[in-house]
Every structure is written in structure tokens, then in C-alpha cells.
Nanobody
């Protein structure tokens, strides 16, 4: 069983930066790939970014590429999402999730554990 707790969401203005974090319980964090997804009301949850178990490979949705950076600190069992040049369309609840394969994936179906989410709101 893995528990994930996101933090760091908030209200910012367009063009600002924000970092969200996800702390994971358990002693197998370094074996897992981690991902970030987001969801707006009435829309499906969409992939944002992923990082493999070693941190050597990262994956991004086209909509955030060049603006967002995913990273991990295995000593702290934490994954981060640094978001720069935020846009109003980035407004969503952001969720972190565990991919137990360790490879990293764009696909919702590959993620087994999910956090409760943190709200990010970008005003224009």
C-alpha cells in the first residue's frame, strides 16, 4: 500500500510559477515511476508529466513541454512538478500517481496508486 499526499497548490496569476510536491509513504519509492495528471470539472483526467524510477527519463504532455519540469528526490520519497509561465488553461486539480512498472507512462491505466489532488488556479 502506498499513500500519496500532494501539496503546494494555490492561486497564481498568468505568467507566474508554482511548484507542487507529492510525498509518498512506503519503502519502495525508488522502484516506482511517478506521474502527474490533472483534471478540470467536467473533463477527463489528463496526463501532464512522468518520470521513471531512476529519474533518468522524463515525459511531458505537449501542452506543458518547455514550461513544466518533473523531478524526484528518492531520499525524501518526493516527486515535484515545477510549473513556469502558467496559463489560465493550466487551472485544474493536480494528482500524482504511482506506476509500479517503474518505466513511466503517458496512460492513466498504468497508474495504480493516486493522491487526493491539489488545486492549482491560474487567473488571467
Amino acid at each position: 500500500q502506498v499513500q500519496l499526499v500532494e501539496s503546494g497548490g494555490g492561486l497564481v496569476q498568468a505568467g507566474d510559477s508554482l511548484s507542487v510536491s507529492c510525498a509518498a509513504s512506503g519503502r519502495f519509492f525508488s522502484s516506482y515511476a511517478m506521474g502527474w495528471f490533472r483534471q478540470c470539472p467536467g473533463k477527463e483526467r489528463e496526463f501532464v508529466a512522468a518520470i521513471n524510477r531512476s529519474g533518468g527519463s522524463t515525459y511531458y504532455a505537449d501542452s506543458v513541454k518547455g514550461r513544466f519540469t518533473i523531478s524526484r528526490d528518492s531520499a525524501k520519497n518526493t516527486v515535484y512538478l515545477q510549473m513556469n509561465s502558467l496559463k489560465p488553461e493550466d487551472t485544474a486539480v493536480y494528482y500524482c500517481a504511482v506506476d509500479i512498472s517503474g518505466r513511466g507512462s503517458y496512460y492513466f491505466r498504468d497508474y495504480y496508486y493516486w493522491g487526493q489532488g491539489t488545486q492549482v488556479t491560474v487567473s488571467s
